[in-house]
T-cell receptor
Framework: RKEVEQDPGPFNVPEGATVAFNCTYS??????FFWYRQDCRKEPKLLMS???SGNEDGRFTAQLNRASQYISLLIRDSKLSDSATYLC???????????FGTGTRLQVFP | ETGVTQTPRHLVMGMTNKKSLKCEQH?????MYWYKQSAKKPLELMFV???????ENNSVPSRFSPECPNSSHLFLHLHTLQPEDSALYLC????????????FGPGTRLLVL
């Protein structure tokens, strides 16, 4: 079983749509959770951290369910510029080691 | 953005060559990382340096040799690589201590012929 599992997509959605990505992780000792965004042929960049209480940053909402070992990212009112690959990332307790999913590709069309 | 820089950005090398990748961070971090990104695979952590000491070596073949002379610089020395080593090599840095945000450089796209 992969340590971090994501649906690779692609998700093709029109501008203005709401889209949700899911991610599951296998190690219950995972401590910190993130969504990174990677544009084509560019480096990954942090989109947002994910907290147990859930958190929102503008059009983006992240949720964490520790019991189910499940993380989600919701994007509302999609923009063309949201087109990218979204990487689910976890770290283990007290380590600097990031464990990446393969990413979910999003394509927003006009 | 110039927080983490990497050189060269592109590299083509033969299997008998020796080359080095360089990474420099200007963020005052004290942990640095090398990752490999191949097509259709998740980013793979190769090495972690925390406070200039190597704390993680993820079963990477010895043809990859990291060097961290100080907290701002990280090198990856390459020798006798194989074609399957062709990939994007990403450097990252962070504050050491677990669970901190990592900031990535633009990567070196390596092709081994």
């Amino acid at each position: 079983r992969k340590e971090v599992e994501q649906d690779p997509g692609p998700f093709n959605v029109p501008e203005g749509a709401t889209v949700a990505f899911n991610c599951t992780y296998s190690n219950s000792a995972s401590q910190s959770f993130f969504w990174y965004r990677q544009d084509c042929r560019k480096e990954p960049k942090l989109l947002m951290s994910v907290y147990s209480s859930g958190n929102e940053d503008g059009r983006f909402t992240a949720q964490l369910n520790r019991a189910s070992q499940y993380i989600s990212l919701l994007i509302r009112d999609s923009k063309l510029s949201d087109s990218a690959t979204y990487l689910c990332v976890v770290t283990l307790h007290n380590t600097d080691k990031l464990i990446f999913g393969t990413g979910t590709r999003l394509q927003v069309f006009p | 953005e110039t927080g983490v820089t990497q050189t060269p950005r592109h590299l083509v090398m033969g299997m008998t060559n020796k080359k080095s990748l360089k990474c420099e961070q200007h963020l005052g971090h004290n942990a640095m990382y090398w990752y490999k990104q191949s097509a259709k695979k998740p980013l793979e952590l190769m090495f972690v340096y925390s406070l200039e000491e190597r704390v993680e070596n993820n079963s990477v073949p010895s043809r990859f040799s990291p060097e961290c002379p100080n907290s701002s610089h990280l090198f990856l020395h390459l020798h006798t690589l194989q074609p399957e080593d062709s990939a994007l090599y990403l450097c990252a840095s962070s504050v050491a201590g677990g669970g901190e945000t990592q900031y990535f450089g633009p990567g070196t796209r390596l092709l081994v012929l």
